[in-house]
């Protein structure tokens, strides 16, 4: 299953992993395409059997504050819901969501994809609140001795530890701040807390103050102080970024990162995505780049790809929604690269040629779309493709290609009259799907 995981016309961001019983279920925010505003006024499930990653299966909406002209869930506001978490506690499953504008919601279930029913808001003094007693982007760890902790916070770490009896009240005198000490402009706290408990290790996963990022800071104790650590992916590095939000899930024994990315040229309309990573025995975690793999250790070159999944944009190019179950890649202008990391094109013993096919949308244009291994700036060329003005699909024939690489297409404009560089600026193409052909 590829980056993005979720089918193309989910918009899940934010997102929270927790792997229970034999499932892995995926709590996050809901963003609409196309939209000014971040999230939506409800909040969906997804899951996964845990050995079986690419079969993910929709809950249906598991809370919300709006249905409709219907009053929602939640009395006393019908604001939009970001950034929910999810725990068990004694066989009942527990979210916790910010509500922007409002005091925030605790809800329960007997089911971890719900639906969950009103427990109401978190009960603190104000002196136990800070936030304003928002409590923003909460994330909630249960240890070992059945304590339960929240941490939130916008632009401020904060922290409480919750009374296991109602799951919802902040214990008198447990409120602290700075759990995250603060730093340079980059690295200080920003948002998106979510703790996790790895090897007797407590890790704060975060948003620090350069959004793109998700970084992690680590301590001995669940009231830390924690140590920055660094970030861990960068959903900004080659592509059109914005802020980031997500957490560490170990499924099947492997470590994942969840995270999201964005599209249609905005940073509200954001896609969930995964990448593996490395703890390693200090308990440290190398950073990871972003890739088209999603839960896949390597792409297959001669199944059609479809085009949205790329994990490099640059020049201007993006993903953008033409309807409900079509993407493509647009804005490509001279210069443009498109990537996707990684390909295993296996062996081939008779050195035997491949091509290329490239389905694209036509802008009017004639192109040159250069096929480079490995790096856009450093690798191989191995051919070059001619797109025509057009919609079509357009054929390049290619060297044999083995082993694993990542593949990226940088396009240029064909000028074929003495007057057409006045037309540089002008979007090229738009991509929508390629295949190689043994």
């Not at 709590?27 to 079986?52: M, N, Q």
């Not at 304590?147 to 109602?166: A, K, L, N, T, W």
């Not at 998700?214 to 080659?238: C, H, T």
């Amino acid at each position: 299953m590829a980056n993005p995981f979720l089918p193309l016309w989910e918009y899940i961001p934010d997102g929270e992993p927790r792997v229970f019983g034999d499932r892995v279920y995926i709590y996050g925010s809901h963003d609409r395409p196309s939209c000014e505003f971040f999230c939506d006024y409800r909040l969906k499930v997804w899951s996964a059997p845990v050995d079986d990653l690419e079969n993910w299966q929709c809950h249906g909406v598991s809370f919300r504050t709006r249905k409709g002209d219907e009053p929602g869930d939640v009395p006393w506001t019908d604001g939009e819901l970001y950034a929910p978490d999810v725990v068990e506690k004694d066989g009942k499953f527990y979210l916790y969501s910010y509500i922007v504008g409002s005091k925030g919601a605790a809800a329960v279930s007997d089911r971890p994809e719900g639906p969950f029913t009103l427990l109401g808001q978190y009960i603190c003094d104000d002196a136990d609140a800070g936030d304003d007693g928002v409590f923003n982007d909460p994330g909630v760890l249960v240890d070992d001795d059945g304590s339960v902790y929240i941490y939130y916070g916008f632009e401020r770490s904060h922290f409480g530890q919750i009374d296991p009896g109602d799951m919802r009240t902040v214990i008198k005198g447990s409120y602290m701040a700075d759990l995250i000490p603060p730093g340079s402009e980059q690295e200080d706290f920003f948002e998106a807390s979510s703790p996790r408990k790895i090897g007797g290790r407590y890790y704060l996963i975060y948003s620090p103050r350069k959004g793109s990022q998700l970084s992690y800071a680590i301590s001995d104790s669940p009231k830390g102080p924690f140590k920055r650590m660094g970030p861990i992916i960068d959903n900004g590095e080659d592509y059109p970024g914005g802020n980031d939000h997500g957490s560490l899930c170990c499924i099947g024994g492997q470590w994942y990162i969840f995270y999201h990315r964005m599209t249609n040229g905005s940073i509200m309309s954001r896609r969930a995505c995964v990448e593996r990573v490395q703890i390693l025995p200090d308990g440290t975690i190398p950073k990871v780049e972003m890739t088209s793999l999603g839960f896949s250790k390597s792409l297959d070159p001669y199944k059609e790809t479809p085009a949205e999944i790329a994990c490099v944009l640059r020049g201007g190019c993006l993903i953008t929604e033409k309807d409900v179950l079509t993407r493509e890649v647009t804005s490509i202008k001279t210069g443009a690269v498109i990537g996707y990391r990684y390909f295993d094109f296996g062996e081939d013993f008779s050195g035997s040629p491949v091509a290329l096919c490239l389905k694209t949308t036509g802008r009017g244009m004639i192109s040159d779309v250069h096929v480079i291994l490995d790096d856009p700036g450093s690798g191989q060329e191995v051919g070059v493709c001619r797109v025509e003005a057009g919609d079509g699909i357009f054929r390049a024939k290619l060297p044999s290609i083995t082993g694993r690489h990542a593949v990226f297409f940088r396009a240029e404009h064909i000028y074929k009259d003495w007057w057409s560089h006045c037309f540089n600026d002008r979007e090229l193409f738009g991509l929508v799907s390629f295949v190689f052909l043994k």
